[in-house]
């Protein structure tokens, strides 16, 4: 049973908060205030979005979309050389990574070994 099973209240105001989020990052970037963006603000922002991430996507043994179709390719690019450049990482140790971490069909990662 997961934590949102045993208290629905909890998933209710997490889904609450990233829906502020959104609202909130959608009105800045509408309005041009891109600038009065704190950097650390975004660091912080980013490396707790991913650290969720990459606990929900390990402990469930699922893959789960990272962005949605509101993210452009251009975007999802910046952010991926950015997470690389953060770790001292280059192309090479991202293809040792990128075949540890492929999708798996049905999204469940003891999936594919069996049908290997």
């Known amino acids: 049973m997961s934590a949102s099973d045993a208290n629905p209240q909890f998933s209710d105001q997490f889904s609450d908060l990233a829906r502020a989020l959104r609202e909130r990052v959608a009105t800045t970037l509408e309005a041009g205030q891109i600038a009065r963006v704190l950097p650390d603000d975004v660091t912080a922002l980013l490396s707790e979005s991913v650290r969720l991430y990459a606990a929900v996507v390990e402990e469930t043994e699922r893959e789960i979309a ?51």
């Open 66 to 116: 990272p962005i949605d179709a509101t993210i452009s390719t251009t975007e999802a690019i910046v952010v991926a050389c950015a997470l690389l450049r953060a770790h001292r990482l280059n192309p090479f140790d991202l293809a040792l990574w990128f075949s540890r971490t492929a999708p798996h069909r049905g999204g469940n990662l003891d999936n594919d070994a069996s049908e290997a």
